[in-house]
């Protein structure tokens, strides 16, 4: 991401942190999250990494599931952002790796994580700094781990979300969303089995993909769950 994108992106973020919690509960309500934590499919043990974690309400309740034999980690461009996520995951006791750091650098080893989930980041971001992200979260990811996208996508009213989101509207990134290509995206930079597996509001997709195993690699179908 260049320096000023993520300048300005960071400090809305540090801006409204204190209020953000309020405002997405207020318009989604919990079932936002709680559903993208349940098709996670993590479990106990897991190595899971929350990309744009935010103020932290994924990563502490992914943590809940992986237990204390798991491991949690949580990205975000925003410091605001992340010391509320600290202050919550304090509160719960629960031990929870918060960084500030960006997609396109991801700050742990090839091959890490079980599991790696985004939510409500993609929209924002060009398409080039999509694509990086992406690949950076194939490298990451185990082989055969899994990566949960959630994110507007197909929107069903586009004058409605334009009301939402106009900052956004008139980015090619955006138009990615609006026009439900999401899965063109994760399948060209290298993810198998991608689906939308789940819909809220009718206009946010649970997409799922996973990282390929040599199998997959020759077309033939990897042993992954079956939702």
């Known amino acids: 991401m260049k320096k000023d994108e993520t300048y300005y992106i960071a400090k809305t973020f540090d801006y409204i942190a204190k209020r953000y919690d309020r405002s997405v509960e207020k318009k989604f309500g919990l079932e936002f999250y709680s559903l993208a934590a349940k098709l996670a499919g993590v479990k106990e043990g897991d190595k899971v990494l929350d990309v744009g974690c935010g103020t932290g309400t994924l990563a502490l309740m992914l943590k809940k599931q992986v237990g204390n ?5 949580g990205i975000d461009v925003s410091s605001g952002m992340l010391k509320q996520a600290k202050i919550k995951s304090d509160k719960e006791n629960l031990h929870i790796e918060f960084r500030v750091a960006s997609i396109e650098k991801i700050p742990f080893s090839d091959n890490f994580f079980d599991a790696v989930t985004s939510t409500w980041v993609f929209h924002q ?15 990451v990811l185990r082989v055969g781990g899994h990566f949960l996208l959630v994110d507007l996508h197909r929107i069903a009213n586009p004058l409605r979300a334009f009301f939402n989101l106009p900052f956004y509207w008139w980015s090619d990134g955006y ?5 439900g290509k999401l899965p063109d995206l994760l399948t060209e ?10 819909r809220i509001r009718d206009k946010i997709d649970y997409i799922s993909s996973f990282k390929p195993k040599e199998s ?3 077309g033939i179908p990897g042993e992954h769950w079956a939702f």
Do not use: T
Request: glycine share 10%.
């Open 69 to 73: 034999n798991g491991f949690v980690a």
């Open 216 to 218: 997959d690699k020759g």
């Open 175 to 179: 138009k990615i969303h609006v026009r």
């Open 189 to 198: 930079v290298g993810f198998v089995e991608v689906k939308i597996i789940d």
């Open 125 to 139: 971001l060009p398409p080039s700094l999509k694509k990086e992200g992406l690949k950076e979260i194939i490298r």
